[in-house]
C-alpha cells in the first residue's frame, strides 16, 4: 500500500537530520460524478515566509529584516507543502510599519516565482492580518490580475500595525468593521478567517483580544467575508525539541494561558461552546487547521511543515477559484496527524436534494433524516511513521434559533452527541468506515456536524504540558443544516 508519510531515507531524528525522497501521498479522495470534478484537497491557509519581518527599532521609520521572524523563502514552503501532501497553499505574511511595501515589492514577486517553481500546488497571495480591535485573521485573496493591488490597500489602509507613527484609532472594532465593509465591496472579496483566536484567553470560557461578541459583528459586516476561525491552531510542534523528545514546560500551539483541548481551540472543541452558539443562529462559521509555519521544530522552531501534522480538506476543483469557494462556504473537514484523508457526510429526506458537508437539506416539518458517513481511515503511516486508527465517531445535532440578543453567549445548550459510533457499529468497505443514522420526526430547524478521534475521551480535554501531538488526534466536519419548511 502507498505510505502517506514522506519517505525518510537518511538520518534520525535524534540527529534533527531528515532527508526527503519525494512525497507518496494518497491522491485526492474523487468526487461524485454529479460535483463536477470536486476532490477532496489537502490545504493551509496560514503560511509564513522570511518576508514575515524582524524589525529594527533604531531606525525611524523601523526597517524590515527580511527572515527575522519567519525563515523559509516563499518557494521553499511550497515544495514542503507539496512533499506533504497538499493541494493548495495560503502565503500570509503579518505586518508592521510600511510592512505592505514589503509584501508588494518583495513577498509578491516571490510567490510568482514560486508558482512557477511549484505548479502543481494552487498557492494563494494573503497575509495574516493584523486585525483592527483584535489578534489575527488569515486574508485570503482571490486569484486575479489585480490580487496584489487589491490586498496592498487592504494593508495600507486597514492593517492596524501599517502606520508609523502608530495610530491608535487604527485599533478599534469600529475600525475592522470598516475594512470588512470595504472587503465585502470588492469587486473579487476576499475570505478572512479568525487566527488562534483564543490562545489570549485566561481560561475556559474566558476569552482575550478575540470575543464572541466581535465575531457575531464580523460575520454580520460581511458575512461573505468573514466566514470562519482556526479550530485546530498552528505551533502545534510547540513540544517538541529538535532532538525529537519533548520539552514537558511547552504548551500546544502555544496556548499557555489556557491549553487547547485534542489539539483545538475551545471556541471550537467545547460541545455546545461557541461554534455550536453561533451555528445555533444560523450563521455559516467554519472552523479550519493550519500550521502558523514559521520555523520548523528540526530547525528549532515550534512549527510543522504545511501538511505535516495539520490539514484542511476541501471539497472543490483543483482551481483558485472554486478552492477558495469551498472555504468560503464550509465544504470543509480539518484533521490532525493524518488520521483520516477522505470524508462525506451526506443528509437525505424523502422531501428534497441530499446535501453534503457545508449544505442545507430543506425538510418538511415531521420528516426522518438520514445521515450516512463514510470516512477513510488509511492503514498506511502518517508523517510521523505512526499509524493512526479512527476510535469512535460522533454525530452531533443543535436546533438554530433566532440570533442571540446577548452578544456574548457562547454556549448552545441544544448540542448534544445524538450517536456515538464505534468499531462495532460501522461497517467497513476497504480503508473506508461507513455508519448511518436516522433522525426521526424533525420538527425544528437545527444542523448535524461530525468529529472523531484515535483516543478514548468522550470529550476532548485540556492538553496538559508536553503532550506528544502526535498521540491526540482529533477530526472534524463542518456542519449541514437542516431547514424545516
Sequence with gaps: MISRAVAWTRGTIAAGLILFAGCASRPPAPANAADDGRQWLAGDHHVHSRYSVGW?????????????????????????????????????????????????????PELLTSRTAVPDLVQFYGMEFDTPGADHSSLIIPHSEHEHTDLHEIEHRFSKREPFPPDVSRDTEAAMLGALRHMAALPLPPVLIANHPARSA??????????????????????????????????????????????????????????????????????????DALLGEGRRWWITATSDSHRNWRDGGSDFWPGEYSKTYVYARKSHDDILDGVRNGRVFVTTGDLIDALM??????????????????????SDVTVTIRLRDPADTNHAGRRPTVQRVDLIVGDVVAPSADRTLDRNP??????????????????WLVMRHVLRDVHH????????????????????????????????ANPIFLTVR
Design 202 to 275: 485566561p481560561g475556559l470560557g474566558r476569552y482575550g483580544q478575540d470575543t464572541p461578541a466581535e465575531f457575531r459583528a464580523w460575520n454580520d459586516a460581511a458575512p461573505r467575508v468573514a466566514v470562519g476561525m482556526e479550530g485546530a491552531p498552528g505551533h502545534q510542534a510547540e513540544t517538541l525539541r529538535r532532538d525529537g523528545s519533548r520539552d514537558s514546560t511547552a504548551s500546544r500551539g502555544g496556548y499557555a494561558r489556557q491549553a487547547t483541548l485534542g489539539g483545538f481551540d475551545q471556541m471550537s472543541a467545547r460541545l455546545g461552546g461557541l461554534w
Design 414 to 431: 441544544t448540542t448534544r452527541v445524538v450517536r456515538r459510533f464505534t468499531a462495532a457499529e460501522w461497517r467497513r468497505d476497504g480503508d
Design 56 to 108: 529594527n527599532d533604531s531606525t525611524t521609520p523601523p526597517t524590515p529584516i527580511i527572515a527575522g521572524d519567519a525563515s523559509y523563502p516563499i518557494p521553499r514552503n511550497a515544495e514542503m507543502a507539496r512533499r506533504f501532501g497538499l493541494s493548495w497553499m495560503v502565503s500570509t505574511d503579518h505586518g508592521g510599519p510600511n510592512h505592505a511595501k514589503v509584501n508588494l515589492e518583495q513577498a509578491y
Design 445 to 476: 430547524t437545527s444542523y448535524v456536524r461530525v468529529r472523531g478521534t484515535n483516543g478514548e475521551e468522550l470529550e476532548p480535554t485540556p492538553d496538559p504540558k508536553g503532550e506528544d501531538p502526535w498521540s491526540d488526534l482529533w477530526f472534524y
Design 345 to 366: 457526510m451526506t443528509a437525505t429526506s424523502a422531501s428534497a436534494m441530499p446535501a453534503q458537508i457545508g449544505g442545507t437539506l430543506a425538510v418538511a416539518t415531521g
